[in-house]
């Protein structure tokens, strides 16, 4: 895992805005949350909240390797 410019105020605002908590598992254990990008991070310019999901470590990896996915209409 890269570790990516920014990632730790990136977490920080979706952990503020999301409350504290997975997307997917509602885990609100902040040591093991992480801050996933929806579209693939290409620089600091993608570390907006609307482009992030806070995700459990573990789903964080699926997610990652596509194999978890959210539809954003439920």
């Known amino acids: ?10 977490r920080n ?3 503020e805005a999301y409350g504290a908590a997975c997307a997917v598992s509602g885990c609100d254990v902040l040591a093991v949350l992480q801050a996933a990008h929806i579209l693939p ?3 600091p310019h993608r570390n907006v909240v609307t482009n992030g999901l806070l ?3 573990d789903l964080h990896t ?10 954003p209409e439920t």
């Open 13 to 15: 605002k979706l952990i």
């Open 41 to 43: 991070y290409t620089g």
């Open 1 to 10: 895992v890269a570790r990516r410019q920014g990632q730790r105020a990136f």
């Open 55 to 57: 995700l459990r470590a």
């Open 62 to 71: 699926l997610f990652d390797l596509r194999l978890l996915a959210v539809n």
